[in-house]
């Protein structure tokens, strides 16, 4: 891709908006940052707002990941001839190496961290990035021939892709999400599945032949596909047999062995070591590498334990089937905090599981009313606590020695923090700040 000389608007200027400006600058391009909330600059330039005006004279646009693909702006740019583009894609002709991209609507952030964490203990180079940590754009300054970069990928990364092309591309599941977005499941599964599109024959596909969608992708890629599997033995991939993981016919290790929590976990496990074999590992080093896996923040993470009760910060939960596998991971004894922004889900799925293990659900958040109203009555005790802090408190006073407090929202963050992120850190510092006995 030349870029030199192009006149190029970059939208959005979060973390991928900035990282992208700075690298359309270094390859010459005269770039015009804008953004919604139009305040300040961004490596020298100063952010403008997002009006018709800043698009007029435009050779290309970037769209950041959180700038939706669809607005009447865009459109607009794009019915005048001008291409318009996501990060992901400005990223794609510059990244050297080899690249390894991993989507689903849960576990991809295990699973991505998990693969890079197997590769570099198999003294396999590597960089990890995308929707976790590092934008893609951010990734390019640091990459080399001989390494591969493994991407966690989002819908709203993938749904703007042309020529971007992943070596070895994953989907671990595929539930609904993001449905105040992409409007509808089959949309939504769609963007997803840009992913197998753009793949070329010699390259691997990695799926979950146990979810019908994801099943569905090896139909759209001319990529070699290998499976991964719950339920029965696959060929090739991954399988789970009287409690061991088994790898291409050999035994990978026993299933009680990986570090992490919940029966989603495995598959998770599963996956990355396919991904991690096409890379180069061995079985000896992947299993050893998913022993010494230390987990991922905010993703059913063991904060501590007050009183006989453990605090689980399950952050990254920002949709029900997420919630869903988080309340499977556990026995009972649930107090659980949820809401947040509502992304036009269905919470009545959550009715039964909760009647089962949960002594009450603490909702928070703009999401509080619709979630309440779906659980109905007489499924699980329902307590409206309006923010975090009276949930943990709320929790704190109720449960009893043997119960978990679970953070595992089913919403978005952004109707009272700036990311899944903070509000983990937020539910972290409320618990650490609970005094033992003081109930």
């Not at 770039?31 to 919604?36: G, L, S, Y």
């Not at 894609?89 to 576990?107: C, D, R, V, Y």
């Not at 036009?344 to 509080?368: F, M």
Request: hydrophobic letters at 45%; one cysteine or more; charged letters at 25%.
């Amino acid at each position: 891709m030349k870029l030199d000389g192009l006149k190029v608007v970059a939208v959005g200027m979060a973390r991928s908006g900035i990282a992208a400006v700075r690298l359309l600058q270094r390859q010459g391009a005269l770039v015009r940052a804008v953004d919604e909330k139009a305040t300040g600059e961004v490596l020298g330039i100063t952010i403008e707002p997002q009006t018709e005006s800043a698009f007029q004279d435009a050779d290309l646009v970037v769209i950041s990941p959180g700038v939706p693909a669809n607005l009447d702006l865009l459109n607009n740019t794009r019915a005048r001839g001008v291409r318009v583009i996501g990060e992901l894609e400005l990223a794609a002709p510059f990244l050297k190496g080899k690249t390894m991209g991993i989507t689903g609507s849960n576990g991809k952030t295990t699973t991505t961290a998990l693969t890079g964490h197997i590769l570099r203990e198999a003294a396999i180079a590597c960089q990890v990035g995308g929707n976790i940590g590092t934008p893609p754009t951010a990734l390019v300054e640091t990459s080399r021939d001989d390494q591969w970069n493994v991407l966690e990928l989002s819908s709203f990364q993938l749904e703007t892709i042309e020529t971007f092309r992943a070596d070895v591309a994953a989907c671990l599941n595929v539930t609904p999400d993001h449905l105040d977005r992409h409007y509808t499941l089959e949309k939504y599964a769609a963007a997803k599945g840009r992913l197998f599109e753009t793949q070329q024959a010699g390259d691997s596909a990695v799926l979950n032949a146990d979810d019908p969608i994801c099943a569905a992708y090896a139909k759209l890629t001319p990529a070699k596909v290998q499976w991964f599997s719950l339920e029965r033995p696959v060929s090739p991939g991954a399988w789970l047999e009287n409690g061991e993981i088994r790898l291409n016919g050999e035994v990978l290790m026993n299933a009680k062995d990986i570090p992490l929590r919940g029966r989603h976990n495995i598959e998770n496990a599963m996956a990355a070591s396919v991904a991690a074999q096409l890379a180069g590992a061995s079985l000896p080093r992947i299993a050893a590498a998913i022993r010494k896996f230390p987990g991922v923040e905010h993703r059913l993470e063991l904060v501590r334990e007050i009183d006989g009760v453990e605090y689980y910060n399950d952050s990254k939960a920002t949709n029900v089937d997420a919630t869903l596998k988080a309340i499977g991971a556990f026995e009972g004894g649930l107090w659980i905090i949820l809401g947040g922004k509502d992304k036009n889900s269905d919470y009545t799925v959550l009715r039964e599981p909760l009647r089962r293990k949960a002594r009450a659900a603490l909702l928070i958040g703009a999401a509080a009313g619709k979630i309440a109203d779906h659980l109905g009555s007489g499924a699980v005790p329902v307590m409206q606590c309006g923010n975090l802090a009276a949930a943990v408190q709320k929790a704190f006073r109720s449960a009893e020695p043997g119960d978990t407090v679970l953070l595992a929202p089913a919403c978005s963050s952004f109707d009272q923090f700036e990311n899944f992120e903070q509000r983990g850190r937020i539910f972290k510092e409320l618990v650490n700040a609970l005094a033992d006995g003081a109930r």
